[in-house]
């Protein structure tokens, strides 16, 4: 079992930037990959970044490419985002799975991961 909770969402001006931070409880942690997603309101929910158990393997939206990066430690993974615009409002949310020995397409579906944090909203004002 895994527990999630991520902080670190608030309000901020087109250009701005902001760091999402998720803290994962329980000792396999280190075990599994991670992966960041948002939903804005009446949209489904999409992929934004995500990173291997490792830390070796990270995945990214086209639309994040560049603007956001995913790191991770012991106990936390990250999502920095720079450059922020509008349509980057949204909740976020950080998912874990253990995706060991499977296709890198798993990272990018949301269905494929087990546990969910309560997510964080961002609001990107114009």
């Not at 579906?109 to 969910?116: F, G, I």
Request: with cysteine.
């Amino acid at each position: 079992q895994v527990q999630l909770v991520e902080s670190g969402g608030g309000l901020v001006q087109a250009g701005g930037s902001l760091r999402l931070s998720c803290a994962a409880s329980g000792r396999t942690f280190s075990s599994y990959a991670m992966g960041w997603f948002r939903q804005a309101p009446g949209k489904e929910r999409e992929f934004v970044a995500a990173i291997s158990a490792s830390g070796g393997n990270r995945y990214y939206a086209d639309s994040m490419k560049g603007r956001f990066t995913i790191s991770r430690d012991s106990a936390k993974v990250y999502l920095q985002m720079n450059s922020l615009k509008p349509e980057d409002t949204a909740v976020y949310y950080c998912a874990a799975d253990n995706f060991f020995g499977m296709s890198s397409s798993y990272y990018y579906t949301p269905h494929e991961y087990d546990y969910w944090g309560q997510g964080t909203q961002v609001t990107v004002s114009s």
